[in-house]
């Protein structure tokens, strides 16, 4: 008989009301499998507040906070002193946020908090726009995707920008954990859960998030396109403990990005060049990481 490595324990109830194949609910449902019921979860404006708390409805079976969308890490930082001071003890304090409220507008309570050591996991799910207020791009949108304010002409080819570097800008501030999650990967996912609720200090997940109506896919693909975007490279599945970087998925070699990009309605525009180009910064990218790994395993402390 086939050995479950995921947890069985569902503590998200069915019928809630994101979207269908949302890449979201699906990162929330594995997450809580890995953390069990001991846990307040606070979430700012973001999709996940349409789900988890529709007034008088709640999608979770465990407690949740809304918070304001600029001040998720301010909010675990009293979540964890409010639980210190009532002597809760074993209780997992969550901090879960979509990308607009982590990479933009929250960042600054987000490096508050890793800088004060705060004992709490924040998560930010990455589906890379600020899409519960209509597809509207964020820092973390990738280079050339459409949005409604990365329009798309002849001139234009979509967001001008590149996507930001969370996991280098909280990879600065030396957190006690920091983990690249995809919800395609279940089994890769929860061993990082389970690895960042055994560990105290300020732990960071950064969770790989599709979203069929903002990325314009069919809903059915969500765990196909997820599966390409860590095998092509343009999501690699990785983690850092004190410092060290352990890549957790490898390949015999990538996927070309064409396969990842021309599954999604939001990259039909690119040109040849366009994909070259993104082709050739996934492989930079990828390359770096490799050479981190190899400069972390050989370093003594
Ligand atoms: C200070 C502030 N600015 C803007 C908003 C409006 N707002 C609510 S949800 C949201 C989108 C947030 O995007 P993201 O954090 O990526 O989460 P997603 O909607 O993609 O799940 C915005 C801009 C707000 N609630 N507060
Ligand atoms: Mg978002």
């Not at 607009?100 to 890793?114: F, K, R």
């Not at 899409?131 to 002849?154: E, F, H, K, L, Y």
Request: proline share 7%; net charge neutral.
């Amino acid at each position: 008989m086939a050995k479950l490595t995921i947890p069985a324990q569902e503590l998200m109830w069915g019928g809630h009301s994101a979207c269908p194949g949302c890449g979201p609910a699906l990162a929330m449902r594995l997450l809580l499998k890995g953390l069990g019921p001991r846990t307040l979860v606070s979430i700012p404006a973001s999709c996940w507040t349409v789900i988890a708390t529709p007034y008088p409805t709640t999608a979770l079976r465990v407690g949740v906070l809304d918070n304001a969308i600029e001040a998720t890490g301010a909010s675990i930082s009293g979540l964890r002193a409010a639980a210190d001071a009532l002597g809760l003890e074993n209780v997992n304090i969550v901090g879960f946020a979509g990308d607009g409220g982590t990479a933009d507008i929250g960042l600054q309570a987000l490096s508050g908090m890793l800088e004060r050591r705060t004992n709490a996991i924040y998560v930010m799910y990455d589906n890379e726009a600020y899409m519960n207020t209509g597809i509207q791009r964020s820092g973390a949108t990738p280079w050339g995707a459409w949005t409604t304010t990365t329009p798309v002409s002849a001139a234009v080819h979509g967001k001008p920008e590149p996507k930001k570097d969370i996991m280098g800008i909280v990879l600065a501030h030396r957190p006690a954990y920091a983990a690249t999650l995809n919800p395609a990967f279940p089994e890769d996912f929860d061993q990082k859960v389970e690895r960042a609720r055994a560990l105290v200090g300020p732990r960071f997940l950064h969770l790989f998030a599709p979203c069929p109506p903002g990325w314009k896919f069919d809903s059915s693909q969500t765990i196909a396109l997820g599966r390409l975007a860590t095998d092509t490279g343009v999501f690699p599945l990785y983690e850092v403990v004190d410092g060290r970087l352990r890549i957790t998925r490898k390949t015999g070699g990538l996927k070309p990005v064409t396969e990842y990009l021309s599954a999604q309605g939001r990259f039909k525009h690119l040109s040849a060049d366009d994909m070259a180009q993104i082709q050739a910064q996934v492989r930079t990218d990828w390359e770096h990481l490799q050479s981190r790994e190899r400069e972390d395993l050989g370093r003594v402390h």
